[in-house]
């Protein structure tokens, strides 16, 4: 069992529409959690990091629910240049500085 | 400001030859890594530096070694190449105190 799943997807989204998915971590110690963006033949590169709270960086939305160990990403109106993989990352507490990576989502948005 | 840096780009072996994956940043970090990423797999630690001087395995170290060399550059070494090693190799370093890891563009490796 992988430790950090995603829905492959792809999202296929309107523009403008608003996208959710999430992802789910298997080691319940996991203390820190990100979204990474990876554009097609690209390198990955960080896109918000995931508060407890939840936070928000302009139209994107994370949310973290450690009792169900899964975080989410939220997207509102969606733009053409977020067509993209979604990486979920995890740094575990037991093997800190390992991150983990999902296999990504890959959301699509179309005009 | 150019980051990360590894070289090759693309490289195609034959079964059984070595090769050397180079990777140097810039950004004095501490902690350096590498990477493979295969389709439906994600990305996959090979082995990791928290500083010069240090290495520790992945979660796939299997056919591979690293050399921290310094604090700037951190090869992956492939003594055998097989089949299986077809990938896409990324280096990435990340500063201790942050959470932001910096990759490079990618090394695409095929071996034959």
């Known amino acids: 069992r992988k430790e950090v799943e995603q829905d492959p997807g792809p999202f296929n989204v309107p523009e403008g529409a608003t996208v959710a998915f999430n992802c789910t971590y298997s080691n319940s110690a996991s203390q820190s959690f990100f979204w990474y963006r990876q554009d097609c033949r690209k390198e990955p590169k960080l896109l918000m990091s995931?508060?407890?709270s939840g936070n928000e960086d302009g139209r994107f939305t994370a949310q973290l629910n450690r009792a169900s160990q899964y975080i989410s990403l939220l997207i509102r109106d969606s733009k053409l240049s977020d067509s993209a993989t979604y990486l979920c990352v995890v740094n575990p507490t037991d093997s800190w500085g390992k991150f983990q990576f999902g296999a990504g989502t890959q959301v699509v948005v179309t005009p | 400001n150019a980051g990360v840096t590894q070289t090759p780009k693309f490289q195609v072996l034959k079964t059984g030859q070595s090769m050397t994956l180079q990777c140097a940043q810039d950004m004095n970090h501490n902690s350096m890594y590498w990477y493979r990423q295969d389709p439906g797999m994600g990305l996959r630690l090979i082995y990791y530096s928290a500083s010069e001087g240090t290495t520790d395995k992945g979660e796939v170290p299997n056919g591979y070694n690293v050399s921290r060399l310094n604090k700037r550059e951190f090869s992956l070494r492939l003594e055998s190449a097989a089949p299986s090693q077809t990938s896409v190799y990324f280096c990435a370093s990340r500063d201790s105190s942050g959470n932001t890891i910096y990759f490079g563009e990618g090394s695409w490796l095929t071996v034959v």
């Open positions: 995931v508060y407890s």
